[in-house]
């Protein structure tokens, strides 16, 4: 399990898949901040923050493992959610954060899987060792 260590941000512990991931939230963060102030609604410019916070905790190397769950639930909840609040009222931003989202939680899906796999084989194993 990784832990903190120090160094922020720790990026040599990144693969590329890992950086698509951050690519990815830093997105649906900044769409979700975006799009909160536009159509003034606090919590979904609230959900931004949290995937941008969830950027620093990763870059800070704190439970990567766990930020990838964390991250599956998050996103894959707000999917359905998105559908059910703005019903009839879809725009071009919420589209593209949703196609966002799902390669989102299916690369997280895979992280978590691939971290998994690699940890069975040792210490030092899992994400930054299955490049």
Do not use: C
Not at 16 to 28: D, Q
């Amino acid at each position: 399990m990784s832990q903190h260590t120090g160094n922020f941000p720790d990026t040599e512990s990144v693969d590329a898949l890992a950086w698509l991931a951050v690519a990815l939230v830093v997105v649906t963060g900044v769409l979700h901040v975006y799009a909160g102030v536009v159509e003034g609604r606090i919590p979904v410019a609230l959900a931004g923050v949290g995937f941008l916070g969830a950027v620093v905790l990763f870059l800070s190397n704190v439970r990567r493992r766990l930020l990838y769950l964390v991250g599956i639930v998050y996103t894959g909840v707000q999917i359905p959610l998105w559908y059910v609040v703005k019903a009839g009222e879809f725009t071009t931003v919420g589209y593209v954060d949703k196609a966002v989202q799902v390669v989102l939680v299916a690369l997280l899906a895979y992280l978590y899987w691939r971290g998994r796999a690699g940890s069975a084989t040792g210490p030092g194993a899992g994400a930054a060792g299955s490049r």
